[in-house]
C-alpha cells in the first residue's frame, strides 16, 4: 500500500545551521546494570547493560502492585475488600509488614504494605486473594509483562524471594515503572508516601531519595545477596519526569547516590516535550464514501519526544496516511500513523486513530465518490 505525507508542521524558523548541544557521555555508577528513560517519550537516554537478566529482588513487588491496581481498574476487587490472611503469607520471611495469621486486612492496607514497607507478607496475602494461589498470580505477572513488552523478565513469584529463573532486567524495570506512571497515577501516590504504620509498627520507606530531593515521588526499592541494592526510582522536574533504574549495588546509601547521579544527568542535558496528547483532536481526515467528508483523528497515545537540552526547536511533526480512507470507520481504527522528526530521523510514532464513528454514506454519494476515486487512480 502506497502512503501519502502530510507535514502537519514544518520546520520551525531556523538558520540553516542548527547548532545542537553536546551531550557528554553518561556518568559510569558502581552498579551492575542501569537505565535512564524519559517517561513521556519512553526513550531510552542512558544505557548500561540494560538488557541483561539479573534477580530482581523486591523490585518484582512493583509488578505485583501493578496488577493489583489493574485488577481495581477492573472493579475485580475493592479497596475496601478484606483478605484473610494465611499462614505461608504470615509465615514468609524477609521484610514484612507484620500482619497476623487470620486477621482481616483492608487491599488498601496491603497495598501500602508491599509499596512503603517491602511487605513479603502482605504480597503473598495479596497474590493469594487476587488469583487464589501466587503460583497463579505469577501467571498473571508474567502476562502482565508480556502486554508490556518485558522480554527479560520471569517471575516464579510476587515477592523476589531468590527463586530459579525469577529475573528481570534494568530496561524491563524502567518499562514497568513508566506503566506504574502512566497506567495508574491514583495509586502512584502511594509510592512517595515514607513511612507506614501497621500494628503499631512505624516503618520508612526505604527508598532514600524520599527525604533527600524532593522531586522523587517513587518507586521502590530491592535487595538480596545475589542481587546487591536495586533502585528503580521516578523524578519530576519543570514538567520532565524521568525514570533511573540502577541493579546491584554495594549498599543502602550507594543505591541512593548513584541512582541520584544518573537522574542529575538526565535532567541536566536532556529535554522532551509532548506534541499530542491521547484524546486530542489533532486534525479531520478526509474521508470517502461517509456520512460526513472528514473524521476525526487524534493519537493513540501521548506522543513526545526527549532530545539534547537546546535542541527542541529542531523537532517537527509529519502525518502519515492512507491514500484513500474509505468509510465505513470506526472509533478508536488506525488510520495512519504520526512521527516526530529530528531532520530525517524517526525519534517517535504513535497511531493516529479515528475519535468517532462514520457510517457510510447514501447510495449516491457513494456511487459519485466511487467514480471520483477511480478518475484519481484511487480506488482498487
Not at 38 to 64: E, F, I
Not at 66 to 75: K, Y
Not at 244 to 273: D, I, M, P, Q, W
Request: hydrophobic fraction near 45%; glycine fraction near 8%.
Amino acid at each position: 500500500m502506497h502512503f501519502a505525507v502530510y507535514l502537519l508542521t514544518a520546520f520551525l524558523s531556523l538558520p540553516l545551521a542548527v547548532a545542537r548541544a553536546d551531550v557528554p557521555p553518561p556518568p559510569q555508577l558502581a552498579a551492575k546494570s542501569w537505565v535512564l528513560m524519559d517517561a513521556a517519550s519512553g526513550s531510552v537516554l542512558v544505557d548500561h547493560q540494560g538488557n541483561h537478566r539479573l534477580p530482581p529482588a523486591s523490585l518484582t513487588k512493583l509488578m505485583t502492585s501493578h496488577v493489583a491496581a489493574l485488577e481495581l481498574q477492573r472493579g475485580k476487587v475493592k479497596e475496601s475488600d478484606l483478605v484473610t490472611i494465611s499462614e505461608k503469607a504470615w509465615r514468609m520471611g524477609g521484610s514484612k509488614m507484620f500482619v497476623k495469621v487470620g486477621n482481616q486486612v483492608a487491599v488498601k492496607d496491603l497495598l501500602r504494605g508491599i509499596i512503603v514497607q517491602s511487605g513479603n507478607d502482605a504480597s503473598i496475602a495479596l497474590a493469594e486473594h487476587l488469583a487464589g494461589g501466587e503460583d497463579t498470580f505469577a501467571a498473571m505477572m508474567n502476562q502482565e509483562a508480556k502486554r508490556l513488552g518485558l522480554a527479560d523478565t520471569r517471575f516464579v513469584n510476587a515477592t523476589g524471594w531468590p527463586a530459579e529463573g525469577h529475573h528481570s532486567s534494568a530496561l524491563d524495570m524502567a518499562k514497568l515503572a513508566r506503566a506504574i506512571v502512566i497506567e495508574d497515577p491514583e495509586h502512584y501516590a502511594m509510592y512517595a508516601e515514607k513511612e507506614f504504620v501497621w500494628s503499631g509498627i512505624k516503618q520508612p520507606n526505604r527508598n532514600l531519595l524520599l527525604w533527600r530531593d524532593p522531586t522523587v515521588d517513587g518507586l521502590k526499592t530491592g535487595h538480596t545477596e545475589e542481587a546487591g541494592y536495586c533502585l528503580v526510582a521516578s523524578a519530576k522536574r519543570d514538567g520532565m519526569r524521568l525514570i533511573a533504574v540502577v541493579f546491584g549495588t554495594e549498599s543502602e546509601a550507594a543505591r541512593a547516590t548513584e541512582t541520584a547521579t544518573l537522574l542529575g544527568y538526565g535532567f541536566r542535558f536532556f529535554e522532551n516535550k509532548t506534541f499530542h496528547e491521547r484524546g486530542e483532536v489533532m486534525t479531520e481526515v478526509p474521508l470517502w464514501k461517509g456520512a460526513t467528508r472528514t473524521v476525526k483523528a487524534g493519537v493513540s497515545a501521548d506522543l513526545a519526544a526527549s532530545v539534547a537540552r537546546g535542541t527542541v526547536d529542531t523537532l517537527s511533526t509529519r502525518l502519515v496516511l492512507e491514500p484513500a480512507l474509505i468509510a465505513p470507520v470506526k472509533q478508536g481504527q488506525v488510520i495512519g500513523k504520526v512521527e516526530i522528526l529530528q531532520g530525517d530521523k524517526v525519534l517517535n510514532r504513535a497511531d493516529l486513530v479515528a475519535m468517532e464513528t462514520v457510517e457510510e454514506g447514501g447510495f449516491f454519494r457513494r456511487i459519485w465518490d466511487g467514480i471520483r476515486l477511480f478518475f484519481r487512480g484511487l480506488f482498487g
